[in-house]
């Protein structure tokens, strides 16, 4: 997914392309891992990354990383103890090696056993896959239809449907956006973002569509 616009990607034919010309295929999946279908098997990415503050639900200062299988025997950008391959045996951490843990572990972060925020993190994913990624989309999608097709009346564009993400608007329109905008809608207790020359509007399960339509009403009397 496009981020300043919402625009959809098809991953696989990229992931395809990429291949074929020997490229290697590096996601940043923070704005749609959690809220969009997403599958490693089918895309194949040699890197992806996500940020769980965002669609996982998690805290801050905790991300994903996936790398593929080819690429685990790589040298990690941070060097530290805990990522080391006798990381686990706390009475053998003075015998020093060179080597690193198994598989991706290595590229791990220090400090990565985060007592505080981990648990946040993995219950927020539980909870995500009790919802369904799918269903998530789907509920996403539906607000923003509705939005979408409302903001056109006060001369917003969108891309179609079949061109955005389900769970990401972003409204565009040929007058200036009031830098303002952000705050005077937080005082109606409608929270979006100003990236540019669009609004970024983000729907989760949470949202219902009388939230929508208080949106849609804020943006009559403030942008008009």
């Known amino acids: 997914m496009q981020w300043t616009s919402g625009g959809r990607l098809d991953l696989v034919r990229i992931g395809e392309a990429c291949r074929k010309l020997g ?3 590096v996601l940043d999946l923070t704005q749609s891992l959690g809220a969009l279908p997403f599958s490693v098997r089918d895309v194949q990415p040699d890197f992806a ?3 769980s503050y965002k669609w996982l639900l998690g805290p801050y200062s905790v991300g994903l990383l996936y790398v593929a299988p080819k690429w685990q025997g ?7 103890w805990i990522q080391r391959a006798n ?9 020093y090696t060179e080597g690193y843990d198994a598989g991706a572990r290595r590229f791990d972060m220090g400090e990565r056993a985060n007592f505080a925020s981990l648990p946040a993190a993995v219950r927020a994913m539980k909870q995500l896959q009790e919802w369904k990624i799918a269903q998530i989309s789907e ?3 539906a607000l923003n239809r509705h939005l979408a097709e409302a903001a056109a009346d006060l001369g917003f564009s969108a891309p179609s449907e ?7 608007l972003s409204l565009r329109r040929k007058a200036a956006i009031p830098r303002e905008l952000p705050e005077m809608l937080a005082r109606e ?3 979006v973002s100003v990236r540019g020359s669009s609004i970024r509007v983000t729907p989760n399960v949470y949202n219902t569509v009388e939230d929508g339509e208080r949106l849609i009403a804020c943006l009559r009397r403030f942008a008009t």
Do not use: C, M, Q, W
């Not at 790589?74 to 530290?80: D, I, M, Q, S, Y």
């Not at 990381?87 to 015998?95: E, G, K, Q, V």
């Open 189 to 191: 207790k409608v929270f």
């Open 74 to 80: 790589g040298l990690p950008l941070e060097e530290n």
């Open 87 to 95: 990381a686990r045996d706390f009475s053998s951490l003075i015998l």
């Open 139 to 141: 509920t996403a999608g």
């Open 49 to 51: 990354v996500a940020a």
């Open 23 to 25: 490229a290697a295929l």
């Open 162 to 168: 079949p061109l955005r993400a389900s769970h990401y």
